[in-house]
């Protein structure tokens, strides 16, 4: 156990996909596993492990923000011995490469927060990468015909920021979306020396405007979960 999960050893897989939401983390094991197990309720940041095609693989909330999911990515790589988490999330749309509803698969993430210049010291700025195999065979399983694109996205402190044209000028040096985890996700995996990978859909667009409908969400969700359990099989 530690603060913030009451699971026992052993109750997590060594694969973790991870959702912000709580309840989308419950939708995700009560749709796709079977042998579904309750392994955390603390703070209402819900976990579950299961069984996925015969394979064991645990599904764990976050919660919204990097100084959160550092909370249960730390936790989990370091108590639950997990080796592997896929961020499953939502990002808004930057430039005019991608589009509302598409995956971007985050090769790495920037940031306008200091907590990893706090977490690594001497002042340092890093840019950390995903997990290359975990990319790769995320990508491999993307069915043919599901609009998706890989490069940088950005993990903003901000989701009500002061400057309204603050992201004006990122997708000239390749940032393709903007959400609220993946830097230090990645962050916190380097230093552990475990694995990670994020994926988002693009649910809104700084650039052009518009978002997803309700049902566009929940399908575009479906599509980006399902390969990314696919991906897990490959573990």
């Known amino acids: 156990m530690t603060p913030h999960l009451e699971a026992n050893q052993g109750d997590y897989a060594s694969t973790v996909l991870m959702p912000g939401d709580p309840l989308r983390a419950k939708w995700i094991a009560e749709t ?15 976990g579950f492990t299961g069984k996925y095609r015969g394979h064991s693989i645990s599904v764990q909330a976050s919660g919204m923000g990097q100084p959160s999911l550092a909370i249960y990515a730390h936790e989990l790589y370091e108590t639950y011995n997990v080796d592997n988490i896929i961020r499953v999330g939502s990002c808004g749309g930057i430039g005019n490469t991608v589009r509302i509803g598409d995956i971007v698969v985050a090769s ?7 907590m990893t210049k706090l977490l690594l010291g001497n002042n340092i700025d890093i840019n950390p990468p995903a997990d290359w195999n975990l990319l790769k065979s995320f990508v491999d399983n993307i069915p043919n015909g599901t609009r998706f694109t890989v490069g940088n996205i950005i993990s903003s402190d901000w989701f009500y920021h002061p400057d309204k044209n603050w992201f004006r000028g990122l997708d000239k040096i390749g940032i393709l979306g903007v959400e609220m985890e993946a830097h230090v996700l990645y962050a916190v995996a380097m230093i552990k020396n475990k694995n990670a990978l994020a994926v988002n859909t693009v649910s809104n667009h700084f650039t052009t405007g518009g978002s997803l409908s309700s049902a566009e969400r929940e399908t575009s969700f479906t599509t980006m979960s399902e390969i990314a359990l696919e991906t897990a099989l490959e573990l």
Do not use: I
Not at 32 to 46: D, E, G, P
Not at 108 to 114: F, L, R, Y
């Open 108 to 114: 790495s993430a920037s940031t306008d927060s200091n």
């Open 32 to 46: 796709y596993l079977t042998n579904v197990k309750q392994v955390n309720s603390v703070r209402n940041c819900l």
